[in-house]
Nanobody
């Protein structure tokens, strides 16, 4: 299974952006999806995740109330709607996927099996 992110770009602080993560291969609906951010020289930073079935979501405190994670299993796609972007929101955003039983800390990158190639988000002030 492969995951491809899209939707990144250059925006100004306060703007919105929607990232997409589209899967090919095995049934997308079987996977938990997470979004992570990385800036040069730093570890992956957890942003949000959504369980299978689209009913259970969890966010990092830094994005709570501004970002929304969702999924459309019919389109094999997950989304990250980012509103009120801040300068510290810049980085490469990765979607990651895992079978429900894989890993036990859903904010830990090690709990995800598959990763996309990332999409760059740049926020200018």
């Amino acid at each position: 299974v492969q995951f491809v992110e899209s939707g990144g770009g250059l925006v100004q602080t306060g703007d919105s952006l929607r990232l997409s993560c589209t899967a090919s291969g095995r049934a997308f609906n079987n996977y938990r999806i997470g979004w992570f951010r990385q800036v040069p020289g730093k570890e992956y930073e957890f942003v949000a995740r959504i369980a299978t079935g689209s009913t259970n979501t969890f966010y990092a405190d830094s994005v709570k109330g501004r970002f929304t994670i969702s999924r459309d299993d019919a389109k094999n796609t997950a989304y990250l709607q980012m509103n009120s972007l801040k300068a510290e929101g810049k980085g490469v955003y990765y979607c990651a996927a895992a079978s429900p039983w894989y890993g036990d800390d859903y904010s830990d990158p090690g709990s995800y099996e598959y990763w996309g190639q990332g999409t760059q988000v740049t926020v200018s002030s």
